[in-house]
């Protein structure tokens, strides 16, 4: 037996921690999200009005000098974006389809391109 | 000890090694479960492409926005996103479960309890402020 | 009545896999699948399997039963309809019929040090208050009977995963109030075939005949994991 080499520490700990902070916002702020934005004004339960280009502009842009809406983009985008990225990286894994440094450079990257996409758009 | 390579198609003599199969997870019902947790993130990132469309058609000006709207209201987006949103509500589930398990910190019921609490009130503050009622 | 018992019976000598030989056993209320394995090596004497103790405290007859891991003395045939299937226990090598290699489970125990690592040599009792022995308790009543393994499909896709068992120990001494060595077992469980080769299916804890809830403790062991990898980081 050879315990004189230790094995690598993996970096798991810095994505774990985005998919379960992304897990978190997927289970507590997802669910509200997708009923005031999808469904409610699709069965007509939230009216047009509401949702105008001059209301939403500043709600995203202005409320809480900004602050407001980078805390949703982060709690509805860019944090679940990573939860997912995790979720499909190890389940190719689980599929024997990979997961391996492709498939984590791939999932975690796009992840990382469209969280950074969503900031650019509400600056 | 005999380290043997695992996988190898041919079993050396002396012991049958199995091989896992790509379908394991079909093979029974706690397995299915488990996947269907892992598959909630699929309909998630179709709404999250959507705010990202949503997004990208703020930015461009009202008419864009105007079409975006337009966009979300039609059937089979709708469609998607109510699956969206039940998936949402199963991985909230299995999530609350786990949790208290992974950081026993109180006792298990109050914790799951609490977390439903948390997005209630998230949805409720979400709901009210889009309508227009906050 | 009578039942059937379907055997996946392998011969590493003619066979090239196993291949399932159906036997009728005599079963009441209170036959086990262990009992009727006996049964049936009353009728073929050919037949292997591990047993001993008969009281789910041994850990040595675990088999598939209906391809779920279980100890063969504590699942009882009145659970089951009139024919089930009993097979060696999962991601195991096979050496002869229900008698898997348990080498790689006891390489990945041994991997943790699951043994109290304490330089104080004094001979003075180490008290313990109940406080801290709740911490670790319940990981304490593992019985080494790898069912976890056989129910864990990660340690099936890599191997090389320490898999549900040996975290829960190394979890267990780590917790202990009397034990100093958990800088020496964290570099095994900060790999990747540590604590992190687990996605928390949870099967194992489903399927342990203790209670153990290996689960919980593999993933008590990531926040373990994490809070190390943190302070490494101010480290030079």
């Known amino acids: ?123 | 000890m005999n380290l043997k390579k695992p996988g190898s198609s041919k079993p050396e003599p002396g012991s049958y090694q199995p091989v896992m199969p790509r379908n394991w997870w079909l093979q029974h019902r706690y397995f299915q479960i488990y996947m269907l947790r892992e598959a909630t993130v699929l309909p998630l990132l179709f709404f999250i492409g959507c705010l990202l469309y949503g997004l990208y058609c703020l930015s461009l000006g009202e008419t864009q926005w105007q079409h975006w709207l337009a966009f979300m209201a039609q059937p089979w987006v709708v469609l998607l996103n109510l699956l969206a949103f039940s998936a949402s509500l199963f991985h909230a589930k299995t999530f609350f479960e786990l949790f208290p398990r992974v950081m026993p910190l109180a006792p298990p019921g109050l914790m799951i309890a609490g977390q439903w609490l948390a997005t209630l009130l998230v949805a409720t503050g979400l709901v009210l402020l889009l309508g227009g009622w906050l | 009545m009578s039942k059937t018992i379907n055997i996946a019976r392998y011969n590493p000598q003619t066979d090239s896999r196993p291949q399932l030989q159906a036997f009728q056993v005599e079963s009441d209320n209170s036959t086990s699948v262990l009992d009727a394995l006996l049964q049936v090596q009353q009728q073929d004497p050919s037949l292997g399997f591990r047993w001993s103790c008969r009281m789910a405290i041994c850990g040595s007859c675990g088999v598939m039963v209906n391809g779920i891991p279980k100890l063969g003395c504590k699942t009882f045939l009145r659970d089951y309809p009139d024919e089930l299937t009993v097979s060696a226990l999962a991601h195991f090598n096979v050496e002869k019929d229900l008698i898997v290699d348990m080498q790689p489970f006891l390489t990945h125990l041994a991997a943790v040090k699951p043994y109290l690592i304490n330089d104080d040599q004094s001979s003075q009792p180490h008290r313990q208050t109940p406080a801290q022995l709740a911490k670790y308790q319940q990981f304490a009543n593992c019985i080494n009977c790898g069912l976890c393994y056989s129910a864990c499909p990660q340690f099936g896709l890599n191997p090389e995963f320490l898999g549900p068992a040996a975290i829960t120990l190394a979890q267990r001494y780590n917790l202990d109030s009397r034990d100093a060595g958990k800088t020496a077992r964290m570099p095994e469980l900060n790999s990747k075939n540590g604590v992190w080769g687990c996605t928390f299916v949870g099967f194992c804890s489903e399927v342990c005949p203790k209670k153990v809830d290996p689960a919980a403790a593999v993933n008590q062991g990531k926040v373990a994991s994490a809070g190390d990898f943190i302070i490494s980081m101010f480290k030079p």
């Open chain 1, 1 to 123: 037996m050879n315990n004189t080499t230790q094995p690598k520490r993996s970096d798991e700990p810095v994505w774990w921690a985005l998919f379960s902070a992304g897990g978190v916002c997927f289970a507590v702020v997802v669910p509200g999200a997708i009923l005031a934005l999808a469904l409610l004004p699709a069965f007509g339960g939230i009216s047009a009005d509401n949702l105008s280009y001059p209301r939403i502009s500043a709600l995203l842009h202005d409320a809480l000098w900004g602050l407001a809406g980078l805390a949703f983009i982060g709690s509805v985008i860019c944090l679940p974006l990573f939860h997912a990225a995790h979720r499909i990286h190890h389940g190719l894994h689980d599929l024997k389809l990979g997961g391996g440094l492709l498939s984590k450079v791939l999932c975690y990257g796009s992840a990382a391109a469209l969280s950074l996409l969503a900031i650019y758009l509400v600056s």
